[in-house]
């Protein structure tokens, strides 16, 4: 899952807002950003860092409050810094030194995706009211507005649809809309902006449309925009989907980044995490 979605979020970085580059999209290398030069190709965004801190909170078993999760993204942050984040929210982010300031200051009424790119690992639980309710929980310290939620309990259902195996995978919008409020099961067309639904209805839009990882990834860059998060949330579902192939480039995988927190970091983190089932 992790691995996937690292890729999938590194991969969309190159062609977010930046359709100048969809001439690319045919998954041989990363491609640089024609603007955002500060993100070297293969390297992940904050979509990414992100869901490993809610990933790793999951894996360590600690009590899952605000104050928890606000002190995970502080540590998680602080360890790597990097850029990718909202200019608002990276300066937010430099500038608090633990949890308890995150809590304090933060002005959490965003309906943007932030919180939707980050909830996938929440789907491992087995009890879907504990999704929602740990998914909902982790939201509010950022996005505590109804689209701002209902877009990441619908991500974390995503992905928790296929790692319990379910049902077929055309049918999983119709399974989230019979939990969280949306249309979720109608198709999303035209360019990602930054709503949270729409990075979400994009993702599992593709999800639906698609069986192999590699068509899957390519279709989520084809619609422009924000596409790097609904690759994120895409590929953390499918890659846990027994009727997707698991076809990603080996090329992809082996030129993602490899530091403290790059690729073989994930891989560990994605077994101890999958572990859990």
């Not at 979509?47 to 998680?76: C, H, P, R, Y």
């Not at 608090?96 to 959490?108: A, M």
């Not at 309710?133 to 877009?151: F, N, V, W």
């Not at 999800?207 to 690759?231: H, M, W, Y």
Request: proline content about 3%; aromatic content about 8%; glycine content about 6%.
């Amino acid at each position: 899952m992790l691995l996937e979605l690292a890729v999938g979020d590194a991969y969309g970085a190159g062609f977010e807002y930046a359709s100048e580059n969809l001439h690319h999209n045919d998954l041989s290398r990363y491609v640089a950003h024609p603007r955002h030069h500060e993100i070297c190709p293969g390297c992940y965004t904050d979509d990414t860092q992100m869901t490993l801190a809610v990933a790793e909170l999951i894996e360590e078993g600690v009590e899952w409050t605000s104050l928890n999760i606000a002190d995970k993204f502080v540590t998680v942050f602080k360890r790597d810094e990097r850029t990718g984040y909202a200019g608002h929210f990276y300066d937010f982010l430099k500038s608090v030194k633990d949890g308890q300031e995150f809590l304090k200051l933060i002005k959490p009424a965003s309906d943007k995706s932030g919180a939707a790119m980050r909830a996938a690992p929440i789907g491992i639980l087995s009890d879907i009211d504990v999704v929602l309710e740990r998914t909902k929980i982790q939201a509010r310290l950022t996005h505590d507005t109804p689209d701002g939620i209902h877009a990441a309990q619908a991500a974390a259902l995503l992905s928790h649809y296929f790692v319990h195996d379910i049902g077929p995978f055309v049918d999983v919008g119709a399974f989230i809309e019979s939990h969280v409020p949306g249309e979720w099961d109608t198709p999303y067309q035209g360019k990602v902006k930054s709503k949270g639904w729409m990075s979400v209805r994009a993702a599992i839009t593709a999800v639906k449309r698609n069986q192999s990882l590699s068509t899957l990834l390519i279709d989520c860059v084809n619609f422009t925009g924000d596409v790097d998060t609904v690759a994120t949330i895409a590929l953390a579902a499918a890659s846990v989907s027994r009727e997707y192939t698991q076809d990603l480039p080996e090329q992809l995988i082996m030129s993602l980044e490899n530091g403290s927190y790059g690729r073989d970091y994930i891989i560990q983190l994605d077994e101890r995490l999958l572990a859990l089932l």
